[in-house]
């Protein structure tokens, strides 16, 4: 019996498999609003027989855009767009999750096919916000301090975004708290340099994380999981590192997550990352160790692999990522290559 391929419950929702699509932006989306592109792409992949679907990176405010075509949700207007797509994705059996966020320093960007850098005010860019003003990379433009007004507007922003996200039908929310995004850059010691109640020590530092988590747990269902992707580490010497991580995973715990997406790296622009295939899956087992479900994520690309992962506690569910761009239906074939039985879209059975 393959065990990635066994059912999951968190809460109250079960995921029919340990196969979920790990949150990857499109940069498709006009004004924040999900179109064609996103129905159809989250949607093949859940036919496609993913248990659980992460809808990309989606700004809590319009200035947390990593690029002008990141989707958003800090709007009412912004709802029924993405009800189409949970519709879709839950009508395949599979379950619908979106990853919040707010891109903090590294926000107001080309679209990568453009270039990918930092957009100038005068050519479609915005201020920026992070909790020093520590500009991402030289090049980059500095940007504001997170002021306390600003900080509890951010909170607020995550809290309604996730109102919004439970309207439009999803079930699964994730803090993005990773790859030096806003809510990691106040993690790290190397671009938080406050001196207040945010700043300096490990137990202030994660003061903002523990704040949204706690927020978004008042309205988000009980019976619904709540998950947080960090960066298990920085791959740099003075920065957030897996021991910090292990030490937060109980007071996210308290706090109301549920499962913690374990990825790394993404605040240091120069930082050294020894890429390969499933390099991040040890971060998932030393986080699960303390008590919490675990996600590994990160050039898992096989079925046996991520069989190996399930099969010796390493993690409870496997993200996949480039896979499933290159192929929508890889949980169909792993199932095929494993021996376990799945369903598949009643379309498609003479291909089974």
């Known amino acids: 019996m393959s065990l990635l391929f066994s059912p999951l419950t968190i809460r109250e929702i079960t995921f029919p498999n340990r196969i ?11 004004d924040g609003f999900a179109g064609e592109w996103h129905l159809v792409h989250y949607g093949t992949r859940a036919s496609g027989g993913a248990g659980l679907i992460i809808v990309e990176a989606t700004a809590v405010w319009p200035e947390g855009r990593i690029t002008p075509g990141d989707l958003g949700l800090w709007s009412d207007d912004q709802i029924p767009g993405l009800q189409r797509i949970t519709g879709f994705i839950h009508s395949q059996g599979s379950v619908a999750g979106i990853q919040l966020a707010h891109a903090g320093r590294k926000a107001s960007c080309a679209l990568p096919w453009d270039g990918g850098k930092q957009l100038s005010l005068s050519n479609g860019g915005w201020e920026n916000v992070a909790p020093s003003a520590i500009p991402f990379s030289p090049d980059e433009r500095t940007p504001g301090m997170a002021d306390s007004i600003c900080i509890e507007r951010i909170i607020s922003g995550f809290r309604e975004a996730a109102e919004r996200a439970l309207m439009a039908g999803f079930r699964v929310a994730e803090i993005h ?18 001196t207040d109640e945010y700043g300096g020590s490990f137990e202030n530092r994660i003061r903002l994380l523990l704040e949204v988590t706690e927020a978004i747990r008042t309205v988000w269902p009980e019976d619904y999981p709540l998950f947080v992707r ?4 920085e791959w740099t010497d003075g920065g957030w590192t897996p021991e910090e991580s292990v030490r937060l995973a109980p007071l996210l715990q308290q706090a109301g997550a549920d499962l913690i997406d374990c990825s790394s790296g993404g605040n240091i622009h120069n930082a050294k990352i020894p890429v390969r295939p499933g390099y991040q899956a ?25 069989e190996e992962i399930i099969a010796s506690g390493r993690a409870d569910l496997v993200l996949f990522g480039r896979e499933l761009l290159r192929n929508p239906y890889f949980p169909l074939q792993a199932a095929r290559e ?7 879209p009643n379309q498609y059975l003479r291909a089974r």
Not at 20 to 30: E, G, I, R, T
Not at 230 to 233: E, G, H, L
Not at 338 to 343: F, P
């Open 20 to 30: 979920a699509m790990s949150p990857m932006c499109q940069y498709s989306a006009k």
């Open 177 to 194: 708290s990773a790859h030096g995004y806003l809510l990691q850059e106040f993690l790290s010691p190397l671009s938080n340099k406050r």
């Open 230 to 233: 960090i960066s298990s580490t």
């Open 282 to 306: 040890p971060f998932a087992e030393m986080i699960r160790n303390t008590g919490i479900m675990t996600a590994a994520v990160g050039m898992i690309t096989e079925a046996l692999q991520a």
């Open 338 to 344: 494993l021996g376990a039985d799945t369903s598949w």
